[in-house]
């Protein structure tokens, strides 16, 4: 293989950067403190629901959206609610046109997580509670899942 030849395949060889990573919403309810920060005759029952969006800003430049809402319940009383919207915008260069939107839905939120888990896990801290540890998402499912519904939708 040429000099040439190997800079032209390296030319072209799919690429993701982050370009800049930022909270754009950040809410934490305690709605019933003090009294939720007593100990509980029980571990909180915890409601966690997530979901991803993106928009593209060029042809090579998208913001990613990872939407993270989570609630800790007693019963029915409400202990905690968090909301995190958390965004980056990412540079996406010679991703074929058909394989374009999984890429984005799939690992710039999967570069996310981490960040908007650790934001979370402060938010619960801060708030006088355990600090909430997420599990790992596997965004392919919530890809699989959101497309199956669309579809669903269509139809």
């Given amino acids: 293989m040429s000099e040439e030849n190997g800079a032209e395949a390296q030319a072209q060889a799919p690429s993701l950067n982050v370009l800049v990573q930022y909270v754009k919403d950040l809410s934490f309810e305690n709605p019933n403190a003090p009294n939720s920060l007593a100990p509980q005759p029980e571990g909180p029952q915890i409601e966690i629901n997530v979901n991803v969006g993106a ?67 402060e938010a619960t801290r801060n708030g006088g509670f355990p600090p909430l540890l997420l599990d790992p998402i596997d965004f392919v499912a919530l890809y699989q899942q959101n497309a199956a519904r669309a579809a669903a939708n269509v139809n």
């Fill in 55 to 121: 928009q593209p800003l060029s042809a090579t430049e998208f913001e990613v959206e990872l939407k993270i809402e989570a609630k800790g319940r007693s019963g029915e009383a409400v202990l905690f609610a968090v909301e995190l919207l958390y965004a980056g915008l990412f540079r996406i260069q010679n991703v074929p046109e058909e394989h374009l939107h999984p890429f984005v839905l799939i690992e710039c939120p999967r570069l996310l997580f981490p960040f908007a888990r650790q934001i979370l896990a």
